[in-house]
């Protein structure tokens, strides 16, 4: 083996080196997708706290609790997509555990969770509020529509659902990029053997 200034092992001149130290393109592709997943992770908590702070005042309704301050915001009532996508977050957790042991079956449990409880709720939101929208973009006017401290009630919705649906398909994207690595890797060590 070369060092620097150093014996140098016979019949190498350390030029082979980037050779012998080149890494499996599965390890690369698993690596480079577990942090970028991890990323998704993160904003999918983020827009959790954002669909909390907006459930809050239904939460506290439910729990007889009374702040003044958040009734005066007047929040609309929740629908029901609203708690439904809230699940989603628990297969978060799934997801986070899959990608520390490196498990096929996890993984695909939390994009089956993440297609249910994430993106079908969103595209409900989107058919659901696409009237109010609609009419906002191509009239302009409110009267018809649902308000909410004077904006579009819709059109801010689409804000949030524009999000939703960017994290929800990369971290589907990501999560499968996970599993055809993992799948390569056992490939491989069986073609080893």
Known sequence: MASRGGPMVS????T?????Q?????YQISAQNKSRLKYCVFFHYLLFFVM???????????LDIF??????LQIPKPLIWEYVWCISLLFTFLGLASIRRNRIV???????GITLFGILPILYATIYYLPDVWT??????TEEIELWQEYPYGLLWYGFIIQA??????????????????????TYAAKKD
Do not use: C
């Open 11 to 14: 019949g190498t001149d350390g």
């Open 16 to 20: 082979d080196f980037p050779q012998r």
């Open 22 to 26: 080149r890494i499996a393109a599965q």
């Open 52 to 62: 909390l702070a907006k459930l809050s005042a239904d939460i506290l309704d439910r």
């Open 67 to 72: 702040i003044l301050e958040i009734e005066e």
């Open 106 to 112: 996890m993984m695909k449990r939390y994009m089956m």
């Open 136 to 141: 906002y973009i191509t009239t302009g006017e």
């Open 165 to 186: 649906i960017q994290v929800h398909l990369f971290s589907l994207y990501f999560a499968n990029n996970l599993v055809t690595a993992w799948r390569a890797r056992g």
